[in-house]
């Protein structure tokens, strides 16, 4: 047993200070090879996926919900693989400074929520520009423009929660090794 506690924290390596606050950045294990964090390429791939899933699952969910479509067709655009993408990628940064400034977690959804509605406000407000916005909540009671609604604050809250403790957390923790 005191082998075990022993090879645990030398794999924990010295990122580990008894704290029980967790690096988003893994200590590499004696003798390992050497590994780079993904490049922000990849991380715009990964988030870019990611929102799109969620997107689909979310209006599969929604539709389902006022029509019992059992088939649970979700949908979204290409336009969503930029929005999110660079949405997500910009949260790291925005992550990064709650997190150092130590506020706590509703204080930094909310936060996010702010940023997720200006920035689809602004994706739609040019979409539109161009002819090609793919949503429209001109029906739903707390629209603005159509472009967004304070129905989906919730929504987004909780998609800003996934975001911060489980993807860019863990996109940011993954390591390729040479």
């Known amino acids: 047993m005191g082998a075990r506690k022993l090879n645990a ?37 990964v988030y870019a996926l990611h929102g799109c899933l969620c997107e689909v699952a979310f209006t599969a969910v929604w539709d389902w919900c006022s029509t019992r479509d059992r088939r649970l067709a979700g949908h979204s655009s290409l336009w969503a693989l930029p929005m999110y993408a660079t949405a997500i990628y910009l949260m790291e940064s925005l992550r990064a400074r709650l997190l150092a400034q130590h506020h706590p977690l509703p204080v930094r959804l909310m936060v996010y929520t702010v940023f997720i509605y200006l920035w689809e406000f602004s ?41 911060e403790q489980h993807v860019i957390r863990n996109t940011l923790r993954i390591r390729l090794h040479n």
């Not at 794999?11 to 294990?29: C, I, M, Y």
């Not at 967004?148 to 998609?159: F, S």
Request: net charge positive; proline share 6%; with cysteine.
């Open 123 to 163: 994706w739609g407000a040019g979409l539109r520009l161009l002819g090609a916005c793919p949503w429209d909540y001109s029906g739903y009671r707390y629209n603005l423009g159509g472009l967004v609604t304070l129905e989906y604050a919730l929504p987004w809250a909780v998609a800003a929660f996934i975001a």
């Open 9 to 45: 924290r030398r794999v924990r390596g010295s990122n580990d200070q008894g704290t029980g606050v967790e690096h988003d950045v893994p200590a590499e294990p004696h003798g390992s090879v050497s590994s780079r964090p993904l490049s922000s390429l990849v991380r715009l791939y």
